[in-house]
């Protein structure tokens, strides 16, 4: 029997996570588990999917299931061309997951689910034009205007995290160097706090680290904002949004993350003297957005 709820499963770098909402888009259920990795199978990884979004099941399949993925996700909503933290390459995704799952699915890209949840039932409800930024293994971002989600193209609008930020910097694993996420990310505060220390310290364990006071974790967060608040002011030079709204796992420390992002939002925006600033505000669904976000999709998509 298939139950008037809706599942959404955010496929990031290093977890899978599904949630259960009700029609008003209210979470019910949530559940975590472990990413394969980017050597894995794409069978592999679609099996983690399917599994998370069981775990999340109530009484029976939901009305259907949505996707979120970190990467490139056509303007069909049918393959998953490219991303740099998981296996899939110019892969028909929604289909396979469908047959798999036996429901009806959707796909996107995790930011542009983040943004669609942040505007339904988040920060950004009635907001006309905003930023999102999702900050986990690496950075996602999405772009509205006119209150809806602008994808490009070709649907692949929004990849902040590959900007170029420092000529012949750090390579990323696009294959690009010197890109956004590379300075502002999951992986770049475990490589400050490498470098800090002499060991790794997964993000969690940093957090907790900075949130009982250490400084050398405290101080790592500082720079991972930093690097944030200069490549948001870009952006918002770029763009001129109401909001910018950052989510994803690396942002669940809150002020630790986000003021100094601020003070270098200020510091790197010309004529802030004399220009609005828009404000740089949480995800009100937290890490839970882009799953959330996909499960509304998928909701939503039902209804046209």
Not at 29 to 34: E, H, L
Not at 52 to 57: K, S
Not at 117 to 124: F, K, Y
Request: with cysteine; charged share 20%; proline share 5%.
């Amino acid at each position: 029997m298939v139950h008037d709820t809706w599942v959404g499963v955010d496929v990031g770098g290093t977890k899978v996570l599904a949630v259960r909402v009700s029609a008003s888009g209210e979470v019910e259920a949530s559940a975590t588990r472990p990413m394969p990795g980017r050597t894995a199978s794409e069978a592999a990884v679609e099996d983690a999917v399917v599994a998370a979004a069981h775990d999340v099941y109530a009484d029976g399949p939901p009305t259907a299931l949505g996707i979120s993925a970190a990467g490139l996700v056509d303007s069909t909503g049918e393959r998953y061309l490219f991303g740099a933290h998981l296996p899939w390459r110019d892969a028909p995704v929604r289909a396979r997951i469908a047959e798999r799952a036996g429901l009806a699915v959707v796909l996107d890209n995790d930011a542009n689910c983040a943004a669609h949840a942040e505007l339904a039932v988040g920060a950004a409800r009635g907001i006309d034009s905003m930023v999102m930024i999702t900050i986990g293994t690496g950075i996602g971002g999405a772009l509205v205007l006119g209150g809806r989600v602008v994808r490009g193209a070709h649907g692949l609008a929004g990849e902040f995290g590959h900007m170029q930020v420092v000529p012949d910097g750090l390579a990323c694993e696009c294959g690009l160097s010197g890109c956004w996420e590379q300075y502002c990310s999951g992986r770049a505060l475990e490589r400050v706090t490498r470098v800090a220390l002499g060991r790794h310290l997964d993000g969690p364990e940093v957090a907790a680290m900075a949130s009982a006071g250490d400084e050398v974790a405290r101080q790592a967060f500082a720079s991972i904002g930093t690097w944030l608040g200069v490549g948001v002011a870009g952006l918002v030079s770029a763009f001129d949004p109401e909001l910018v709204v950052v989510g994803g796992g690396v942002s669940a420390v809150g002020d630790l993350l986000l003021e100094p992002a601020r003070a270098a939002l200020l510091e790197s925006l010309q004529g802030t003297a004399h220009r609005p600033v828009p404000s740089l505000v949480p995800a009100r669904l937290g890490p839970e957005a882009g799953a959330v976000g996909a499960a509304l999709l998928a909701r939503d998509a039902g209804k046209l």
